[in-house]
């Protein structure tokens, strides 16, 4: 079973400066999704940033990229010029490419995000 | 587009009561949903997964009884928590399968339910 790991329960960051956010996961396969969610104090869902497996570039969404390591199995979530919207819990996701099981998402605990104005 | 919607957005019941909530895809069909439980500042856990016209897959430790999920059009899914009791209250997420794309997973607002 996949499994991903998030191991800092709690960020802060100045507001307009920049942090990265860690996530490592654990799969056997070798094509699948990788995901970062933001979820404010509204509960909402909201889908950040996704890299396909079989891509060696990496994803990068307006002020939001990640930095991915196939080999270590690493995705991590770098912030820029962050906004007091950015704070959030904020998961990081896998989800396989194979299988009647592809659509399944697995979910790290979850990183608290601050901003400091 | 893309929108998923769950209602009631809050619930407060009585012990021992059922409470239905519901999902709708609203813009978009959706042939696979997923139901979540989220316990304060934890984590998505997936209870279940349905299909449109078939039976819920549950995952391990979920009470097939307890929740029952009925997925009975492309647009609409409902988790019923039956005889709910204090240990039931918690903050319950639905989600849909887009078709297209990436098959995306697009979630609704969420539903709180506290069981008194």
């Known amino acids: 079973a996949q499994t991903v790991t998030q191991s800092q329960p709690e960020m802060s960051v100045q507001e307009a400066e920049t942090v990265t956010l860690s996530c490592t ?11 970062w969610y933001k979820q404010p104090p509204s509960r909402q869902m909201i ?10 570039q990496n994803a990068t969404e307006n002020r939001f990229s990640v930095n991915f390591q196939k080999a270590a199995k690493s995705f991590s979530l770098k912030i820029s010029d962050s906004q007091l919207g950015d704070a959030a819990m904020y998961f990081c996701a896998y989800r396989s490419a194979l299988g009647a099981g592809s659509y399944q998402l697995t979910f790290g605990k979850g990183t608290k995000l601050s901003v400091i104005p | 587009g893309a929108v998923v919607s769950q209602h009631p957005s809050w619930v407060i019941c009585k012990s021992g009561t059922s409470v239905k909530i519901e999902c709708r895809s609203l813009d978009f069909q959706a042939t696979t949903m997923f139901w979540y439980r989220q316990f304060p500042k934890q984590s998505l856990m997936l209870m279940a ?33 039956t005889s709910a009791h204090p240990e039931d209250s918690s903050f319950y997420i639905c989600s849909a399968r887009g078709l297209l794309g990436y098959n995306e997973q ?7 339910l506290t069981v008194l």
């Open chain 1, 47 to 56: 889908l950040v940033i996704r890299q396909e497996a079989y891509k060696q």
């Open chain 2, 106 to 112: 697009f979630f609704g607002p969420g539903t709180r």
């Open chain 2, 49 to 81: 997964t349905s299909n449109e016209g078939s039976k819920a897959t549950y995952e391990q430790g979920v009470e097939k009884d307890k929740f029952l999920i009925n997925h009975a059009s492309l647009t609409l899914s409902t988790l019923t928590v």
């Open chain 1, 25 to 35: 996961y654990d799969t056997s396969e070798s094509d699948y999704y990788l995901f």
